[in-house]
């Protein structure tokens, strides 16, 4: 994907967050959301593709990339008001939404808080409630006490790609490596913190913008019984279980775009 410089918007919290444009004007616009320790250059190869569909928004989530990394910890309801923010700056009322992990939980707060702002929904590889809450205390405290990320950065890659592709080096790894050592650790930790504080089981059921849920097989971190749960309590959702771990974007590019693609253009 070509390098061109993010624009800006500040939130109401007066956090700058970076954002970009591809795809020509007239098409729907689809606004992607990103997963926690990466920027908006992880759908870079999904791009071409999506990009004959639709008109993409895609931004850094605050911790992330060229956005603002406000210290302590971040809530949910304030990330979903960034993309709200976000779509207010950019004059656009409707679009559709598709997020990943913790935007996954961004996509699904904005299905509940600010359903007339989505057309419709898709929900990858994320759950509604990853509990216990002191699971992520200690590894918030954790992060914040390493030298540096590392270690953290290993962690992600295990949880994120299957065995075989890190064994071999695979060249689409690498890139997600230096994303994750380039991001400051409290950004991750403020979004950790956020996923800790996040319990959308009972509110989901309010959700009425037509959902698709896709869910990884061998995903260890949203596992598909997560994407079970969410896809049975969103009224009419679609479940679609990818034979991948938990960036199926990456992983299964072609089934992800497939599904996505087909879901939210029915002229396809």
Not at 133 to 158: G, S, V, Y
Not at 197 to 212: E, M, Y
Request: hydrophobic residues 45%; charged residues 20%.
């Amino acid at each position: 994907m070509e390098s061109q410089p993010p624009s800006f918007i500040t939130t109401g919290d007066g956090v700058r967050i970076a954002y970009r444009f591809d795809g020509a004007l007239q098409k729907p616009v689809l606004l992607l959301s990103n997963s926690i320790g990466t920027n908006l250059h992880m759908w870079d190869a999904q791009v071409p593709a999506l990009t004959e569909h639709f008109r993409l928004l895609r931004y850094d989530a605050r911790g992330h990339g060229a956005s603002g990394v406000p210290t302590g910890p971040y809530s949910l309801d304030r990330l979903g008001r960034d993309v709200v923010e976000l779509l207010d700056a950019s004059g656009l009322q409707r679009v559709h939404v598709l997020g990943l992990s913790l935007g996954g939980f961004v996509a699904q707060w904005l299905g509940i808080h600010a359903p007339e702002r989505v057309d419709r929904l898709v929900l990858a590889n994320t759950a509604a409630y990853l509990g216990p809450a002191q699971q992520w205390d200690r590894a918030i405290a954790e992060l914040l006490a390493a030298p540096d990320m590392r270690a953290t950065a290993e962690m992600f890659l295990r949880n994120w790609f299957p065995a075989a592709m890190l064994e071999a080096n695979d060249k689409v790894v690498e890139p997600f490596r230096r994303t994750l050592l380039a991001t400051r650790r409290e950004g991750v930790a403020g979004s950790w913190a956020a996923v800790r504080d996040a319990d959308l089981r009972r509110t989901l059921t309010l959700i009425r913008n037509p959902t698709l849920v896709i869910a990884g097989e061998h995903d260890t971190v949203t596992s598909a019984r997560h994407g079970e749960e969410i896809a049975s309590a969103i009224p009419g959702a679609r479940l679609e279980v990818l034979p991948a771990v938990h960036l199926s974007n990456v992983e299964r590019p072609a089934e992800f775009l497939k599904a996505v693609v087909g879901f939210l253009d029915p002229h396809v």
